[in-house]
């Protein structure tokens, strides 16, 4: 799936079946909430916290697509292209960039 096909999805399953897209407030702050989910799970796998009952089931690959829709949302809801706003920030970044990274002594 492009991230074209993604927005037209997620714009689809919203109108047929979510009813209508929430605030952009709403949104954002799902986001949010979201994000949170996905640190939470990465504190515990990668970091140094302990997992406790409450967090099994609790899958990062899903926690990530939740974070991903959430994004499309408030994409689709302000007008912006995420195709074209990935392929213009790639951009910037490979100019801005170019040696940057390249001639960072922590990096390497």
């Known amino acids: 799936m492009t991230i074209d096909e993604a927005q037209q999805t997620v714009d689809q399953w919203i ?8 605030n952009e407030l709403t949104n954002t702050a799902i986001l ?21 009952k409450s ?4 899958d990062l690959a899903d926690e990530m697509a939740d ?15 995420l ?3 990935l392929e213009k920030n790639l951009e910037k970044k490979n100019i801005r960039d170019a040696d940057r990274h390249k001639n ?5």
């Open 55 to 58: 967090d099994e089931g609790h």
């Open 67 to 81: 974070v991903l829709f959430v994004l499309i949302c408030l994409a689709n809801q302000t007008g912006i292209n």
């Open 32 to 52: 949010m909430e979201e994000v949170g989910e996905v640190a939470r799970i990465m504190a515990r796998k990668y970091g140094e916290q302990s997992f406790k």
């Open 104 to 108: 960072n002594e922590k990096l390497k």
């Open 15 to 22: 109108r047929t079946t979510g009813v209508r897209y929430f």
């Open 83 to 85: 195709t074209e706003a």
